[in-house]
């Protein structure tokens, strides 16, 4: 029902929350409704609150601004929670979690959503996610709960699983696929490639290249991917004028490009024979092949890791930024221009009643992909209409893709009891069940390494 009342976790976020509450205020069909913005950092809070209030003045939102640094004293009304929160800081912990393991000669390629970095990453915030969603249950039972926090597929089964509220993923992964398929079919659908290095590598300057591409691509073609979040598969490709299948063209067209271009993508294609749609560097966290001390195929797939550092001085960039913007110092014109990564959109169909296809959702599996478990959270196109959030079935993946899927959904099961219960048992048989992982001993003295050096994120293991 409009207006509505929708509450923003992580508000305080330098990218995440100055996106999300950009795209709400600039949302006519939201006119009128409730932002409650939540951090427990008060002093990025008030800034983003500050910013929120001189947005909507500015741009006529007549919206109702209010903060909160305790989620639960904001929940009250609400119909929708969108989460992105992180336990931090978010680069110290996460090197941390790569570097613990390389003691005993283990080598994850990403150590952000698969791997043992995976499992001490969900850990940390499956707990305050779960308190958030236990709020929810008594202030607003009825809401949805938006997530965007990682490691997907971990934090949304927790939700599902361990909570009666009703949770939905969103991601832009899918945005690589398309820029992988433009890429290969420029020449075929007259799209125009810039100048420049191209990959789906982490780095802004490449994927304001990618993009570039991907807008083109979306408007031409149609993909229909189903799988795991960070690891769907691309099922069917069709031309969006003729409806034509492109899916044969593609895949010749695709093994004419450098090899060089996503060369472990290249690889998994030839031999499973289904497009994986991610980009190498997600789809690598996955992936039993990449973690090799000896042959190191990290260096020959050329899986560069998330340069920590970087990120660390673009957000506090980020923050001088939004406190220019809201001294009136910086121009605030090109937030109008910011994509929420669908979540806007989804509340404005629920909102009013007005239907609307996803490309890629992440919810529990109703039978969507029959050969994946029941239940078990799958990221499939969705519908989304007033009465809710609704996956598309797919019918069944490949078989030999599906097996890698239902290993990674035995790991994220474990994983989030382990993490629910404080089960080290149950913690053990998840590292040990990873790809990456391949000694007893070594599985168990990182988890020891891990529940040690994380003591004060993860009480109820002790």
């Excluded at 427990?40 to 809070?45: D, G, H, K, S, T």
């Excluded at 909570?163 to 899918?174: E, P, R």
């Excluded at 398929?181 to 290249?209: N, P, Q, Y």
Aim: charged share 25%.
């Amino acid at each position: 029902m409009l207006p509505t009342k929708v509450v923003v976790v992580g508000a305080g976020s330098s990218s995440f929350g100055l996106n999300t509450i950009a795209s709400l205020l600039n949302s006519e069909r939201l006119d009128g409704s409730h932002i409650a913005l939540v951090d427990l950092n008060a002093e990025a809070l008030d800034k983003m609150t500050r910013l929120a209030r001189r947005l909507n003045r500015d741009w006529s939102a007549g919206m109702e601004i209010s903060a909160h640094t305790k989620c639960r004293e904001a929940l009250d009304g609400a119909e929708f929670v969108i989460s992105s929160i992180e336990v931090g800081p978010r680069e110290e912990l996460w090197r941390s979690d790569f570097e613990i393991p390389l003691q005993y000669g283990v080598r994850q390629p990403y150590a952000e959503n698969g791997g043992p970095g995976g499992f001490a990453h969900a850990a940390r915030n499956i707990g305050p996610v779960l308190k958030i969603a236990h709020d929810m249950e008594e202030h607003c039972p009825d809401a949805w709960f938006i997530n965007f926090t990682n490691p997907m597929i971990r934090i949304c089964d927790a939700i599902a699983r361990y909570s009666t509220v009703k949770v939905v993923g969103l991601c832009h992964q899918i945005k690589a696929g398309y820029g992988m398929v433009g890429f290969a079919l420029a020449g075929d659908l007259g799209i125009e490639i810039l100048e420049g290095e191209l990959s789906t590598h982490a780095d802004r300057k490449i994927w304001a290249r990618l993009n570039e591409i991907v807008d083109q691509a979306m408007e031409l073609v149609e993909i229909r991917a189903a799988g795991l979040n960070h690891f769907t598969w691309m099922l069917s490709l069709h031309d969006r004028q003729t409806g034509a299948d492109l899916y044969p063209l593609f895949a010749d067209r695709f093994f004419e490009t450098d090899p060089g271009f996503e060369p472990l993508t290249h690889r998994v294609y030839d031999i499973f024979g289904c497009f994986p749609i991610p980009g190498d560097e997600h789809l690598c966290e996955y992936l039993p092949w990449l973690s090799d001390p000896q042959t190191k195929p990290w260096e020959k797939y050329d899986i560069s890791l998330y340069d920590w550092n970087l990120a660390s001085k673009r957000r506090d960039r980020g923050f001088d930024d939004i406190e220019k913007m809201v001294q009136g110092e910086k121009d605030t014109q090109h937030l109008q221009e910011v994509h929420s990564e669908g979540a806007v959109e989804l509340v404005e169909s629920i909102a009013s009643a007005s239907p609307r296809y996803h490309r890629a959702i992440n919810r529990p599996n109703e039978g969507y992909i029959p050969n994946l478990p029941e239940n078990a959270i799958v990221e499939v196109p969705g519908l989304v209409d007033g009465a809710g959030v609704h996956g598309v079935g797919v019918g069944n993946l490949p078989p030999s893709v599906a097996e890698l899927c239902r290993r990674e959904l035995e790991v994220v099961r474990l994983c989030v009891d382990a993490a629910a219960h404080g089960d080290r048992q149950a913690a053990l048989q998840c590292l040990l069940l990873d790809p990456v992982i391949t000694d007893l001993d070594v599985a168990k003295d990182i988890l020891d390494d891990y529940l040690n050096a994380y003591r004060e994120y993860l009480p109820q293991f002790w």
